[in-house]
């Protein structure tokens, strides 16, 4: 009896694992999702650049297409949320023209961390972490 309640409960926990797996694989991140991660990846060398005094790396031309880009609620198509991006953008031209890189980079960040205020707080703490320590 033993034998086959340990078996069962085997089988239950096997079938449990395959069923969360095959959840997790049927997830397809929405354009903007991914443009967002490319953005966390953009920032995160910048960041670690300026911190070397170094100039930033070329801001990825994916990122231009935020304003376009298909949201997971189709939250690009708000005027509150192409509002939000109009200061992301222009600080990556600033950061792009050499003008300050530290100053635009961190209103680039600042820009983020408004528009996450207001959709989708929860990357708050990983765009926390892409701030200098001082504006320049």
């Not at 969360?20 to 049927?26: K, L, R, V, W």
Request: aromatic share 8%.
């Amino acid at each position: 009896m033993k034998t086959v309640s340990l078996f069962s409960l085997l089988l239950i926990l096997a079938s449990c694992g395959t069923k969360q797996s095959g959840d997790a694989d049927m997830y397809e991140a929405s354009e903007m999702s991914q443009l967002m991660r490319e953005m966390v990846r953009f920032s995160k060398k910048a960041k670690a650049n300026l911190e070397q005094g170094k100039p930033t790396p070329k801001v990825p031309e994916a990122i231009w297409e935020l304003q376009t880009a298909e949201g997971t609620r189709d939250e690009h198509l708000e005027d509150p949320f192409q509002a939000m991006a109009v200061p992301y953008l222009s600080a990556l031209r600033g950061i792009e023209r050499g003008d300050s890189q530290a100053y635009f980079y961190s209103k680039s960040i600042d820009a983020c961390k408004s528009c996450h205020g207001t959709y989708c707080g929860g990357p708050m703490a990983v765009i926390n972490t892409l701030g200098l320590e001082q504006h320049n």
